[in-house]
């Protein structure tokens, strides 16, 4: 029980962060956001303020933002549908019910043969079932429209929608939901930092040497800088302890600043297995800092770190050759939530930063459908310096949606099987 809170707790805040801000960027570039939704499904609860819906939905699954004109945001209403039309004191239509859960005494009934809530803002259709005389309403542009589960959003006009606002607006918007996963990902290991009371300083020195390690043995002393390990530089702590986990029982030899002099120290770094990998070990500690700045640029040399890990995974994956163990779907991060969650709240909050950084870095990949490949199609449009053809995009998107949704089940049906079945 333990493991699905805290995976609920931990998806919803990376999806919720990441939608917030693609909200916000919204708001302030003047794209009407009709519906902020926390968690899918089925409505719980709704709140209207500011000309958006803010919903509260049974499952609790991250979330999402529609806004006017994008492509996942549906407002077209068909002929034929059966609806009930509020009207204003100048017989303009303020709201559109397209509900059987909603009722409205003073709402006059009509049949919908054609509406334009777009660019003429019209509704036509046979009032209270009269099929002789076709009426025209003129709609508000402010009405709503309460949806089939009724919900209560407005109308999205032309002037308010997406594609109307200039193409580095559009691009804000579409970055803004990786940016607060990167931002998310800082401040998360700043409070992980906070709470254990010092942290490492990401430097090549070294903070301590464990008793009869291969450390010291091979006269390694704290404080020591490693700047080399077999020609190659280690200016960080990572870079450090990659070439040493990457070379189990090989010969290494590192240069080495102690003090004021340099020496080169030779070593064989101890093989020690784990999940079926072996992997180097010297035993040595990180340098420590438990100041306040300390603690801050963690925040930022961390972060920094797991996006290169990431970025070098991918880059794997691409020269490498592509191995679908490489991806995680929710079930592979349930199943590594799961372990994390026994592990204590500091691991998670560090575990929720890397699950942000890796959502932020992943949502740029230049792939239609991701918040990458829709800048992609915003870059293009301003070296165009003209739209991209509405059909043209559709079908980019639709595609980039369709590779989506099979890597999907692929990645979720090798999960259940590494993680489940065995």
């Given at each position: ?63 999402y933002v529609r806004m ?99 193409v580095w607006k559009r ?252």
């Amino acid at each position: 029980m333990t493991a699905i809170i805290t995976f609920i707790i931990v998806f919803g805040i990376l999806v919720i962060v990441h939608e917030f801000g693609h909200y916000y960027a919204a708001k302030k570039s003047g794209i009407l956001v009709r519906e902020f939704s926390v968690g899918m499904g089925p409505k719980i609860v709704a709140y209207r303020k500011n000309h958006t819906t803010y919903t509260l939905r049974l499952l609790p699954l991250g979330g999402y933002v529609r806004m006017a004109g994008a492509q996942e945001d549906d407002s077209e209403i068909q002929p034929g549908t059966m609806a009930s039309l509020v009207l204003n004191d100048n017989d303009k239509v303020i709201k559109i019910i397209t509900s059987s859960k909603v009722y409205d005494a003073n709402a006059v009934p009509v049949q919908i043969s054609k509406a334009d809530l777009v660019d003429d803002l019209v509704i036509e259709g046979y009032e209270n079932g009269d099929e002789t005389v076709t009426k025209k309403y003129s709609v508000n542009h402010d009405a709503t429209i309460i949806e089939e589960d009724g919900t209560e959003v407005q109308i999205a006009p032309r002037d308010v929608q997406l594609q109307s606002v200039s193409v580095w607006k559009r691009m804000i918007t579409n970055f803004a939901g990786p940016f607060n996963n990167f931002v998310l990902a800082i401040l998360a290991t700043i409070l992980a930092a906070f709470m254990m009371g010092s942290v490492g300083t990401g430097t090549n020195q070294l903070g301590g040497i464990e008793n009869n390690s291969v450390a010291q043995k091979a006269g390694l002393k704290a404080n020591d800088k490693i700047l080399s390990v077999n020609g190659k530089k280690t200016t960080s702590w990572t870079s450090l302890t990659e070439s040493i986990q990457n070379n189990p029982g090989k010969k290494l030899t590192l240069n080495v600043q102690s003090g004021n002099k340099t020496k080169q120290v030779k070593l064989t770094p101890k093989a020690v297995k784990s999940s079926g990998q072996s992997y180097g070990m010297i035993g040595i500690k990180a340098k420590l800092d438990s100041s306040v700045l300390g603690k801050i640029k963690y925040g930022f040399t961390y972060s920094w770190s797991t996006s290169l890990t990431i970025f070098h995974a991918l880059g794997k994956m691409v020269s490498g050759g592509f191995n679908i163990n490489q991806l995680s779907g929710p079930v592979g991060i349930y199943s590594m939530t799961s372990k994390v969650a026994s592990t204590g709240l500091i691991n998670i909050i560090l575990f929720t930063s890397m699950l942000s950084m890796n959502l932020g870095i992943v949502n740029l990949i230049p792939i239609p459908a991701l918040d990458g490949g829709k800048i992609l199609l915003n870059i293009v449009e301003a070296i165009r310096r003209k739209p991209i053809p509405e059909q043209y995009e559709n079908v980019i998107t639709l595609i980039g949606v369709g590779i989506l949704v099979l890597l999907m089940i692929a990645v979720t049906w090798n999960d259940i099987q590494r993680f489940f079945i065995k």
